[in-house]
């Protein structure tokens, strides 16, 4: 496919990798502005209470300090830290200072000093008095009648959805087609089993931070490591009452979000003190308060219950999930809808289905985004009652996915059913690589040679397994994005766009798309991405939408601005626009003469029709092409000691076609293995008082080099018609796919099934010795 | 406050003295002192943004002291070369795809060039223990890993020129 193209599809290394290697590039932290004033937070160690009295006089006459933030002097607006399209889909349940806390990490007040010594040991001069309240820990304590209710406080939803504050329910959905009693009816089997995973913490390297600062207008400046620039915007304008002209949010390099940084929990903080105190300011967190008091993945307990015939038909699904919000509440609509929405389409032959879940308030950290998005969650479940039910009928695994899954050409009553928290945007599938991604991961991890072969080698015993999942490509008919491409007399172009590289290459992708439209080669596009001042709007990196939704609105973008070059060049070459071919920045005429890219922007900027080369383009996607994958684990069972050794893991992935594979595969690469360390070792341990007892990376387990396992990654080749030169998103899909394939390929070695993340030792153990 | 300390390091080539507080660790002296190129991922010593090489050993800077490291030479990744000649393992790194979100490359970059200093034919493993200590969440290593086998290659063949 690749060989129609001169940009799309090819492996360059991204445009800031030499100058990151170099040391060069900047991140929030820095930059280093005149003598910034630094925040330390006062956390709550209390999981739920009321806050009686604050005395903080002592530590407002203590050396450096100029400011304390607390409920007292700070605005109450309600709002959500959701770094999401406005009116947000998560519940308006939160202030910046609270008089109430709800979890061991909520912040109860925050100390402005010269330095951040000064600010820390001045949090200790602050006397708070907590009325401590029952806490909640456990989801299904939760929602049980007389349970004490987190949130009483006038909390309310920006958009009509169910929320029931009263119950600690912080969202609701059931939906669902056909008829349940009947599916199951015409079932020989029932598979019914209940499945959980964890807490979990995204872990990017850089921690949260943010850096403000005046401009020489007096402007305020918010330079944030942050993953929705407008977002932050907003929401700091609407919670801190400063107008939007007066603020400008710039991204610079970020050091990884994974969903983490689609919040807005420190910006507005750090922007009130500025305003007040008309100073910069600076926060930057401690690893420590990354893991207790931003966010994390949604711990969620899943239940399924699957009819299934001797032939393989699936009669009937039934869905229950419960998802734990945590103390608040953002994203727990749209992530629990996702964990039916990307999840319940892969397998649309099924007639009766119900998709019912709640979203739960408790006294524990707050969940947010995080790669994949349910979608994880969902899979973990679906897949190993898909392995159940084709071992039930005889089938083996690969063959039975392959008969049953969705294809090109087909749709799902579930895609119409349920969307982002509302209903959903019917679509058709057009691109799906998932059969052939099926057997080309097959092949690479040798299925045939080694599943159900149960090798032996001395305590340990082998098996291989499999998972499929597919997600999506943005948001349809909610998420825009936008860009301006303006071309320089050296025939390069400026590219300004919203959309916010995080790591990820999309400033790479989104030149490499350019480029191709406008029929030059990708080095020659200027990329500045998210700075509200210049770069128009974009909703921001989230739900796997840069490279289809802003990559489509660069895509037209272009095109408007080749058109404008032909125009010129017909003009200067006196030749009919459709007679001119264009070539790697030339245009030339059928008798041979050529201008080059560089003369044409001459010709306009100064000779004749005088105008600047520009365009600009916005987006909405009206569908979300789903990609795919089918990822394989290849693993031993200690059985002496229950732990599992991960040989291989092979990812399969159809994004469409890759328009820069090198930056696909790092892509796959990365989310596999957050999905490993996700299904064997990473896990928030609290305590009886709900208290995270390991919040460092030495406790907090993820993987390192000698850990990880070879990974072997294949990007199927289709090619989506609807996506700019054939793409489809990568960005999270492959988070999905590692913990089910692990828990499949213990089932295929030592005939156990693992429903609940993570897999420890003992885990793995117990359950052997229960046999 | 008041017992401030008044250090001398070598930092990549160049002399120079600080005022530090005696508590402070390494990391936060060189950031503070502008080498932003060293990063803080933890300042628990357990991901390896911050490392830097001290006196020919890597570190992480941020559990050495400030001050236990007067007089040492100290190398961070912009030692090694600069955007306009880039050392042959930012090349690689680069060139391989193993910098996205680049923030725990220069530790992986100066975790590389020690492991090269002492062995120009690294196997998988060597590579692997040598690495061990710097944790990405970005790449899965995978490329980090072919990274550290071309840098090897590039550099011998720079020998042989
Ligand atoms: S910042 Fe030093 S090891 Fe993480
Ligand atoms: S590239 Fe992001 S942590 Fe390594």
């Not at chain 1, 943010?210 to 304008?237: K, M, N």
């Not at chain 1, 603020?247 to 610079?252: F, L, N, T």
């Not at chain 1, 995270?692 to 387990?701: A, S």
């Amino acid at each position: 496919m690749s060989e129609k193209f001169t940009n799309a599809g090819h492996s360059h290394s991204k445009i800031d990798s030499i100058a990151l290697a170099c040391g060069n590039e900047k991140y929030t932290d820095d930059f280093m502005t005149d003598t910034p004033l630094h925040i330390a937070f006062l956390y709550s160690d209390i999981a739920n209470g009321i806050i009686s009295s604050i005395d903080y006089k002592a530590a407002e006459q203590a050396d450096g300090v100029k400011l304390i933030l607390y409920h007292g002097n700070t605005p109450d607006t309600l709002h959500t830290t959701a770094g999401q399209g406005y009116p947000e889909p998560s519940p308006y349940d939160c202030r910046m200072f609270d008089k109430k806390v709800r979890f061991v990490g909520d912040r109860i007040a925050a100390v402005v000093a010269d330095t951040y010594k000064q600010a820390e040991a001045a949090l200790k001069l602050i006397k708070v008095e907590i009325e401590q309240l029952p806490a909640l820990f456990d989801i299904e304590k939760a929602i049980d009648a007389g349970s004490p209710v987190i949130h009483s406080d006038d909390e309310y939803p920006a958009i009509p959805v169910t929320y029931k504050p009263e119950e600690n329910i912080a969202a609701e959905i059931v939906t669902g087609f056909g008829d349940l009693e009947k599916g199951f009816k015409q079932a020989d089997l029932i598979i019914d089993e209940t499945y959980s995973m964890q807490y979990a913490s995204h872990c990017a390297t850089e921690p949260h931070a943010v850096s403000v600062h005046f401009d020489e207008r007096g402007r305020l400046v918010i330079i944030t490591a942050t993953q929705v620039p407008y977002h932050v915007r907003r929401i700091v304008s609407i919670v801190c009452g400063i107008e939007i002209k007066n603020i400008r949010v710039i991204k610079p390099r970020v050091g990884g979000g994974f969903g983490g940084k689609q919040e807005v929990f420190l910006e507005q903080v750090a922007a009130l003190a500025a305003w007040r105190l008309k100073r910069s300011i600076k926060i930057v967190l401690s690893r420590k308060e990354v893991f207790i008091s931003a966010r994390t993945r949604h711990a969620m307990r899943s239940r399924i219950k699957m009819g299934v015939q001797k032939d393989g038909t699936i009669t009937a699904l039934d869905v229950d999930d419960l998802m734990n919000a945590g103390a608040y509440a953002p994203h727990a609509l749209t992530v629990l809808s996702n964990a039916g929405a990307k999840v319940l389409p892969l397998f649309n032959k099924i007639e009766n289905l119900r998709f019912s879940g709640r979203s739960v308030y408790t006294n524990l950290p707050v969940g947010g985004a995080y790669r994949g998005y349910g979608a994880t969650q969902g899979y973990f479940a679906l897949n190993q009652h898909i392995d159940e039910a084709a071992r039930y009928c005889g089938e083996d695994f690969c063959e039975y996915v392959k008969k049953r899954h969705i294809k090109s050409g087909e749709t799902s009553r579930v895609f119409e059913a349920l969307g982002e928290g509302k209903e959903g945007v019917r679509q058709f599938i057009k691109s799906c690589g998932l059969t052939e991604c099926i057997d080309r991961g097959a092949k690479a991890i040798e299925w045939e040679k080694l599943r159900g072969k149960k090798l032996r080698n001395g305590n340990r015993i082998r098996g291989v397994g499999a998972a499929v999942a597919m997600q999506g490509s943005g948001i349809p008919e909610i998420d825009m994005a936008s860009c301006h491409i303006k071309m320089n007399e050296d025939g390069s172009f400026n590219l300004n766009t919203g959309a916010t590289d995080i790591g990820t290459g999309s400033d790479t992708i989104l030149a490499q798309i350019a480029a191709e439209a406008l029929k030059t080669d990708y080095s020659k596009m200027i990329v500045l991405s998210s700075d509200t001042d210049t770069t128009p709007f974009d909703t921001g990196a989230y739900a796997s939408s840069t490279t289809y939704i802003t990559g489509n609105a660069v895509k037209q973008c272009a095109l408007k601005v080749y058109d404008l070059i032909l125009k010129a060049a017909s003009e200067m070459l006196g030749a009919d626009k459709n007679e001119l071919k264009v070539e790697d920045s030339k245009v030339s005429s059928r008798d041979g003469r050529t201008v080059e890219y560089g003369e044409i922007c001459a010709f306009r900027l100064y000779t004749s029709g005088q105008l600047q080369i520009q365009a600009s383009s916005s987006f909405v996607a009206h569908e979300s092409p789903p990609p795919f994958t089918a990822q394989f684990a290849d693993l031993e069972v200690d059985i002496e000691t229950g732990e599992i050794i991960l040989n291989r893991i092979a990812a399969a992935v159809d994004c469409g076609h890759p328009l820069n594979p090198l930056l696909a595969e790092g892509q796959v690469e990365g989310a596999v293995l957050n999905g490993i360390s996700y299904a064997l070792t990473e896990d928030y341990i609290f305590n009886s008082n709900g208290r995270m007892t390991n919040p460092d990376l030495g406790r907090y387990k993820i993987f390192n080099t000698v850990d990880t396992p070879e990974i072997i990654t294949i990007l199927a080749d289709t090619y989506e018609d609807t996506g700019p030169y054939g793409a489809k998103s990568v960005g999270e899909i492959a988070l999905n796919g590692p913990a089910p394939a692990i828990a499949n390929a213990v089932y295929d070695a030592v005939g156990i099934r693992l429903r609940h993340t993570p897999f420890t030792p003992e885990k793995v153990w117990k359950l052997l010795n229960e046999q | 406050m008041n017992n401030l300390l008044i250090v001398n390091y070598v930092i990549n080539g160049k002399d120079v003295v600080f005022t530090i507080n005696p508590k402070d660790s390494l990391l936060k002296v060189l950031r503070d002192n502008g080498y932003t190129e060293v990063h803080n991922g933890c300042q628990t010593g357990d991901c390896g943004a911050c490392v830097v090489i001290l006196n020919g050993r890597t570190v992480n800077s941020c559990m050495v002291l400030a001050a236990s490291a007067k007089d040492g030479e100290i190398l961070t990744v912009k030692a090694l070369g600069d955007i306009h000649n880039p050392h042959p393992i930012q090349r690689a790194f680069a060139e391989s795809g193993a910098v996205q979100c680049g923030f725990c490359t220069p530790g992986q970059i100066l975790s590389t060039y020690a492991l090269l200093l002492e062995n120009h034919d690294p196997d998988e493993k060597d590579i692997r223990r040598a690495l061990d200590g710097n944790i990405c969440r970005c790449t899965g290593y995978v490329k980090i890993l072919e990274a550290v086998k071309l840098a090897g290659r590039l550099m011998k063949e720079a020998e042989h020129v």
